[in-house]
C-alpha cells in the first residue's frame, strides 16, 4: 500500500513537473513578441552551423523525449489500474484491503499481502479480476494461520 502510494505520488510530481515546463515556456514565449537585435549574415558565406548534426542531436532529443512520455503514460495507466482495485477492495466490507498490495505491470496486477480467510482471498481475486483493463491477476496472498 505503501508503495503504491508513493509510486503514486512520484507520478504526480512529475505530471506537475511537466505541465509547469511547457507552461512556463508558453508563457515566457509571449513576453518576447519584441523584435531582438541580431546581426544577420548577408554576406552569402553558409554559416559554421553544422545543419545535419544539429538534425541529428535534435531527432535523438525527440526519441528520448517520446519514450519519456510513454513511460509517464505507462505510469500513469498502472497507477490509474492500481488505484481502481484498491477503490474496489475498501469498498467491499469483507475485504481487510489495507493487508493487500496491488501491483500493476501493464494489464497484469499481483496481488500480494495477508488475507484473514479463503473467502477474503477468493473475493479480492475476483474483484482485481473483474476490473477494466485487467487482463492477468497473480496470487500472491497468504491466508493467516497458514
Request: proline content about 1%; aromatic content about 4%; glycine content about 6%.
Amino acid at each position: 500500500m505503501f508503495r503504491a502510494l508513493l509510486r503514486l505520488v512520484v507520478i504526480l510530481l512529475v505530471v506537475v513537473a511537466l505541465a509547469a515546463f511547457f507552461f512556463g515556456y508558453r508563457w515566457s514565449s509571449r513576453d518576447n513578441d519584441r523584435a531582438v537585435d541580431r546581426p544577420v549574415g548577408t554576406s552569402g558565406v553558409s554559416s559554421d552551423v553544422d545543419t545535419d548534426r544539429a538534425r541529428a542531436t535534435g531527432a535523438a532529443i525527440g526519441e528520448k523525449v517520446a519514450k519519456g512520455a510513454n513511460q509517464a503514460e505507462r505510469a500513469m495507466s498502472d497507477a490509474s489500474l492500481t488505484t481502481k482495485i484498491k477503490a474496489k477492495m475498501t469498498l467491499d466490507d469483507t475485504i481487510e484491503a489495507r493487508n493487500i498490495d496491488v501491483d500493476t505491470d501493464g494489464t497484469v496486477v499481483t496481488l500480494s499481502g495477508t488475507v484473514r480467510s479463503d473467502a477474503e482471498r477468493v473475493r479480492a481475486l475476483q474483484l482485481a479480476r473483474e476490473t477494466e483493463g485487467v487482463t492477468t491477476v497473480h496470487d500472491r496472498l497468504r491466508v493467516s494461520g497458514r
